[in-house]
């Protein structure tokens, strides 16, 4: 990647859209392009978050789909092995 720290895009979007950007960043005290910078970052950072929270959506999913696994192994009845149950030991334990 290059150390450039800006690009130009030029872009072209409907007039009724250009004037109300123009006014919103006007009454904003920015320029238009600012104020179009900044909102396609709020986008991006929207997009962001949304990815984060379907990540550990899926992460919890699994979790309890391993954690239905194991109440049917514990379930199964006495012929089930217990060992290994539980990952987690004392420290003492070797």
Request: aromatic share 4%; with cysteine; hydrophobic share 45%.
């Amino acid at each position: 990647m290059s150390n450039v720290k800006t690009m130009r895009f030029n872009i072209d979007v409907p007039a009724d859209l250009a004037v109300a950007v123009s006014r919103a960043a006007a009454e904003a005290g920015m320029t238009a392009e600012a104020m179009i910078t900044e909102c396609i970052g709020q986008q991006f950072e929207t997009a962001l978050r949304h990815r984060v929270l379907i990540q550990r959506q899926n992460d919890v999913d699994e979790a309890l789909l391993e954690l239905a696994r194991l109440v049917g192994r514990l379930s199964a009845g006495a012929n089930q092995p217990s060992t290994g149950l539980c990952r987690y030991r004392p420290a003492d334990t070797k």
